[in-house]
């Protein structure tokens, strides 16, 4: 049973810093591709970070210069460093991971449930 645990969501005021983190269980299991999204009220779910296993990132424009995504590959974890927070960074936060099983050797895409952030003006 795969699963990816999300902590670190809630509140903050603007200008504040929130950080998210994510596990995927599973010792048998490497991490490929992981990120967050966010889905604000009303809107379609977007990529805000991504990191590869080697360490590439992207961001969102929107989020530049002040988000962080960060991992580590031992421990198939992958964290978002927030800073200067805006009331339009609210939203459900959801950790992504491309998982490979290296016990049956397939690999597919795995979701978090989900962590809300709030940011108040």
């Known amino acids: 049973q795969v699963q990816l645990v999300e902590s670190g969501g809630g509140l903050a005021q603007a200008g504040g810093s929130l950080r998210l983190s994510c596990a995927a269980s599973g010792s048998i299991f490497s991490a490929n591709d992981m990120g967050w999204y966010r889905q604000a009220p009303g809107k379609q779910r977007e990529l805000i970070a991504l990191?590869?296993?080697?360490?590439?990132?992207n961001y969102a424009d929107s989020v530049k210069g002040r988000f962080t995504i960060s991992r580590d590959n031992a421990k198939n974890t992958v964290a978002l460093q927030m800073n200067s927070l805006k009331p339009e960074d609210t939203g459900v936060y959801y950790c992504?991971?491309?998982?490979?099983?290296?016990?049956?050797?397939?690999?597919?895409?795995?979701w978090g449930q989900g962590t809300q952030v709030t940011v108040s003006s």
């Open positions: 992504y991971a491309d998982l490979l099983n290296r016990a049956t050797w397939t690999s597919r895409n795995y």
């Open positions: 990191i590869t296993s080697g360490g590439s990132t």
